[in-house]
């Protein structure tokens, strides 16, 4: 069987810090490192292929520097990279990001599954998987948490709003995964030599005969139009710092009454 | 770009055993409040196995029009078949805006129909507005790790969608005397348009008082050194009829289910009143806080946390909220009744 993984680089937003006085955001610790949900989508692919047999492609849209994420991938067991990159891409938002990768998998195929990260950490919008999925025209089920393979046959968890529901359906297909479906595995000692002798083969915009309508800025219908600090103004500026507790507990009482909180 | 022909703010609706959930409520009580500046109808899509009851809920909650797709094979959300069956018809229909909930099936369907109609959407929305001159629909939603917020716009792309979180945006009041028109349509669909097909369903275990419906959230972070303590939450929680919530280092020592975690990792919520007992106040938890009302109780005056409260303690956790608790329980004494809480 053929398995294909997209992953994606992206920055660390847990490192990131606002400066609370200005708002701004300072990113300077924070490094580019593979997407966290996209290692659970990865040891999927993996676990299916050591149960079925087959291959595990991987591909990212990125920068060249992105081809990092790749490297990482084969240090864990990837069998083919493909780094999809070319100035025309930049800029993509969700659509153009799926349209491109929607490309690359026709020129790529076929698959007989494909795996998505549930979310990425750095824009949190979940919606490339079910986005190339459609524009594969193949079913996907979304933040699956349990999945196995019978054949051509996948039964699949995945959680609702409040209970959780078992579907099957016929591959191909694709699945964002959510990451208590598996514990990703650390890179192999094999895998970290490999990783120095590969390259990723490269795809450009020529090579994939994308609409230069549908990618980068051009095919991106979302821009943004400003960015704001999250933290909502202070409405009341009150500083309760008596030396006795029980004054404090009586100013902020009388304070809440003031306030009709009670 | 001239985009006048396409008209209408449009609805997608979700159900739960053929009954309308909240998030729905909340989209058409938005998407009135576009209709009406951008004068245009607010139109409202039911899919389903069993709902065409729930029409004229919808009407009464603000729909100009209500169109029902009802099919046996609704039984479950598939991507799909619901793009195939919804996105068919606002392709036909050149929608203006589409308004979808940032739910499980709402997630996976709203860039599924974005893939259809190429067309953009901005994923969990949680401010929302028209721009006063072209009425270019403004999507709010924190990015970046929570860290900032974002204003997306799709000028250059016709519909404009997004995915609105639900429990942010109040439920309009129910008018039954309010007229709408109900139209029911045809659905072709047989099992092979299907993309999955349900087998079984394993209900989820209920949470008693989940916190993002509670109007008082009572939360604890690690300034909170013993158990004994932390109940003192409990006892003051149940004073003040709200839940309690963590930060997540105290979810991680078990001390509270991940439920009850607030933040980026946790749940958003919008309480009126919201206690903050030795809560340093990072990012990634204050970012799931929009309450009316903040206060702090923290000894260290450098707290981030004093920079969003309202009411800034410098106090030690250990010993403010025994005496709060008794400040409250003699207010409510001296009231005789119980405390009303005006914010309530
Ligand atoms: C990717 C990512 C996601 C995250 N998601 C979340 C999330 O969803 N929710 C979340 O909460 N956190 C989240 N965090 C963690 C977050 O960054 C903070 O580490 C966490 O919120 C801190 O919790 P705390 O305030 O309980 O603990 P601390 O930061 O340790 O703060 C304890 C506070 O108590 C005060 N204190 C100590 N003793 C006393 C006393 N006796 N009396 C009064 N005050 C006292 C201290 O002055 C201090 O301010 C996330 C982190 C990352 C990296
Ligand atoms: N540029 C990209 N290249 C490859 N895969 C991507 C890219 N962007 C997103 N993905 C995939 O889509 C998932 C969801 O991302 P997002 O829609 O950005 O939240 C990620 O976990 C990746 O699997």
């Known amino acids: 069987m053929r398995f294909l993984v997209c992953i994606k680089q992206v920055v660390d937003t847990s490192k990131m810090e606002v400066d609370p006085s200005t708002g701004r955001l300072n990113r300077s610790k924070a490094n580019s490192i593979m997407n966290p949900y996209d290692r659970h989508a990865l040891e999927e692919a993996f676990r299916l292929r050591d149960q079925n047999g087959g291959t595990v492609t991987v591909m990212t849209m990125g920068p060249p520097q992105a081809e990092a994420v790749l490297l990482e991938a084969v240090s864990m067991g990837a069998d083919d990279i493909y780094l999809i990159t070319d100035r025309a891409f930049g800029g993509a938002d969700t659509l153009a990001t799926s349209y491109t990768l929607a490309q690359a998998v026709r020129k790529l195929e076929p698959f007989d599954m494909i795996f998505c990260g549930q979310e990425s950490i750095d824009s949190n919008t979940a919606q490339v998987g079910p986005q190339l999925a459609s524009m594969l025209g193949i079913p996907d089920v979304s933040a699956v948490t349990a999945l196995a393979l019978t054949g051509r046959t996948a039964e699949i968890t995945r959680q609702m709003e409040e209970e959780s529901e078992v579907l099957t359906a016929e591959l191909p297909l694709l699945a964002t995964v959510a990451p208590s479906l598996n514990h990703p595995r650390y890179p192999s000692i094999q895998g970290l030599q490999k990783k120095w002798t590969v390259k990723a083969q490269i795809l450009t915009a020529a090579d994939l005969q994308a609409d230069p309508g549908r990618i980068g800025i051009q095919g991106s219908p979302t821009q943004v139009k400003r960015v704001r600090p999250v933290a909502p103004p202070k409405k009341e500026n009150l500083v309760i710092q008596e030396t006795k507790t029980a004054d404090s507990v009586r100013v902020l009482m009388q304070a809440l009454q003031k306030a009709q909180v009670f | ?344």
């Open chain 2, 1 to 344: 770009m001239d985009f006048s022909d396409y008209q209408g703010i449009y609805v997608v609706a979700e159900t739960r055993n053929g009954k309308v959930c909240d998030i729905t409520a909340e989209l058409i009580g938005q998407a009135r409040c576009l209709a009406d500046q951008k004068k245009q109808k607010a139109i409202v899509l039911l899919a389903g196995r069993n709902v065409a009851g729930e029409a004229e809920r919808l009407t009464a909650l603000g729909a100009d029009e209500v169109y029902i797709f009802e099919s046996p094979l609704f039984d479950h959300y598939d991507g799909q078949a619901y793009e195939r069956v919804l996105g068919s018809f606002l392709c036909e229909r050149k929608a203006d805006t589409i308004l979808v909930g940032a739910t499980a099936a709402g997630r996976d369907l709203a860039p599924r129909l974005s893939a259809k109609l190429v067309c953009g959407v901005t994923a969990d929305v949680t401010e929302l507005s028209a721009e006063s001159d072209t009425g270019l629909v403004i999507w709010s939603r924190p990015a970046m790790g929570d860290h900032i917020m974002a204003d997306i716009v799709s000028p250059r792309f016709r519909p404009q969608m997004g995915t609105v979180r639900p429990g942010v945006f109040p439920m309009p009041e129910e008018d039954r005397n309010r007229q709408g028109r109900v139209f029911r349509m045809p659905v072709h669909l047989t099992a092979a348009d299907m993309g999955t097909v349900l087998k079984r369903i394993i209900p989820g275990e209920k949470e008693s008082d989940p916190l993002e419906e509670a109007r008082i959230v009572v939360a604890g972070g690690r300034g909170i050194r013993s158990r004994d303590e932390w109940q003192g939450l409990y006892r003051l929680a149940a004073l003040l009829h709200g839940s309690v919530g963590a930060t997540r280092p105290i979810c991680e020592m078990g001390w509270e289910p991940h439920s009850r975690q607030i933040g980026q990792t946790g749940k958003l919520i919008a309480p009126a009143v919201y206690f903050a007992f030795g809560i340093s106040g990072a990012m990634q938890h204050i970012c799931g806080v929009q309450a009316d009302i903040m206060i702090a109780v923290n000894q260290d005056p450098q707290a981030p946390i004093f920079q969003t409260a309202d009411y800034a303690v410098v106090a030690d956790v250990k010993e403010f909220p025994p005496l709060f608790i008794e400040a409250v329980e003699s207010l409510k004494k001296r009231h005789a009744s119980q405390v009303s809480v005006c914010r309530l």
